[in-house]
């Protein structure tokens, strides 16, 4: 039996879109192909809210994650962490003999302007990254506030991983002006893990040409070459058939309409919290609660293993909490093709189950 996904990725794929995915192969190098990439980066702008150029990369949303800090960083990054996926990216630049600094903010708590208005004073860095959405404490953080201090530091790169709030909140890229936000296909976008995709400004691009050592394959000016000089095609063989089943989501999402696909999202999420509230605690100061995930505090210490078990058994899932949070705190994802139908169902399930845990 398929479990209806309640994880923050992969999640739930419509069948006409994972149909998609089985299209015949063309040739990476046709003019099909490159008519498809084309139309998938017009389509993503309009997501992105932005006019920069969109790159695909066949990986999942680590490999651009890694990629940008690696290849635009010339001087010193800092990366403000807010949980697991923030600290993945301080690790992405130690591995990469990036020279970086973590400022990490206590868990459950944002990375609040003051933070990165105090560490881009010390005029130390040329790339700052900060997590969007924190899939592991489901902390959204507060870009419009982060965008308003960082217009002091104007030739300071900011990345933005947003892999699992993109296309579920919106993300104003040009307004907020954000050099690389990074998403990837299997959360808010709702198909298949593969593909992660970003935005890049052109003053990013000029800038990552002071980097010797930025890599091959993810090397975000190597990657945009090809949309440049080869009309949009990709420097290697890309994942096709995420390309064709991409085209087809961008199509199901703009019917939908933007504005109505965030507000769905904040009900959800809305409902969601409710809930926790009333049954257990928010693990996120509210404030800055995730729109596409709510991380809930395990305050009558049920085994979340046991719960999941039990939603198994009616065909669902959630996730337990992440790394070192695991059974402390228990996540609902409500992202992507989700609805407040299919939310109001599994809270309904762990209702049944609650009682029986003992
Ligand atoms: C899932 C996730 C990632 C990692 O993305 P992959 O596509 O699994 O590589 C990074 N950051 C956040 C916030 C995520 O939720």
């Known amino acids: ?12 794929v419509a069948p006409d879109v994972l149909q998609k995915m089985a299209t015949p192969m063309i040739g990476h190098r046709s003019k099909d192909a490159s008519a498809l990439q084309r139309e998938i980066s017009e389509k993503m702008r309009k997501v992105f809210h932005t006019t920069n150029p969109i790159l695909l990369s066949t990986s999942s949303g680590s490999g651009l994650m890694e990629g940008s800090i690696r290849s635009l960083t010339a001087k010193r990054a ?6 697991a996926f923030g600290n993945r990216w301080f690790k992405m630049a130690e591995a990469n003999n990036v020279s970086a600094d ?15 208005d105090k560490a881009l004073a010390t005029g130390k860095y040329d790339v700052f990254t900060v997590t969007h959405n924190e899939t592991s404490t489901g902390i959204m953080n507060p870009v419009e506030e982060i965008a308003e201090v960082r217009k002091k530091y104007p ?6 991983d947003s892999v699992s709030s993109m296309a579920g909140a919106k993300i104003e890229v040009d307004k907020l002006g954000i050099d690389v936000c990074i998403t990837s296909t299997q959360k808010a976008l709702a198909l298949p ?9 052109p003053r990013a691009l000029e800038h990552g040409k002071q980097v010797k050592h930025r890599g091959w394959y993810l090397d975000i000016l190597e990657i945009y070459k090809y949309i440049e000089t080869k009309d949009y095609q990709y420097s290697a063989t890309p994942s096709l058939s995420h390309m064709f ?9 703009l019917a939908e309409g933007l504005e109505n696909r965030y507000a769905r999202h904040k009900a959800m999420a809305e409902y969601t919290r409710a809930w926790a509230k009333n049954n257990f605690a928010l693990y996120p100061e509210e404030k800055y609660a995730s729109v596409t995930l709510t991380t809930i505090t395990n305050t009558r210490n049920i085994s979340v293993k046991a719960l999941n078990d039990g939603l198994a058994k009616v065909g669902m899932q959630i996730s337990n909490g992440y790394g070192d949070l695991k059974e402390k705190t228990f996540r609902i994802a409500h992202m992507g093709e989700l609805t407040m139908t299919d939310v109001k169902e599994v809270i309904a399930a762990i209702e049944k189950i609650l009682p029986t845990l003992g």
């Open 78 to 83: 800092v990366v403000f962490s807010v949980g």
């Open 245 to 253: 089943a991409l085209n087809y989501q961008l199509d199901r999402i």
């Open 155 to 160: 030739e300071v790169l900011w990345l933005v």
């Open 193 to 201: 893990p593969g593909m992660a995709i970003c935005s890049v400004t």
């Open 102 to 116: 973590k400022v990490e903010s206590e868990w459950g708590k944002p990375t609040t302007p003051e933070m990165v």
């Open 1 to 12: 039996m398929h479990k209806k996904l309640f994880i923050p990725g992969p999640t739930e």
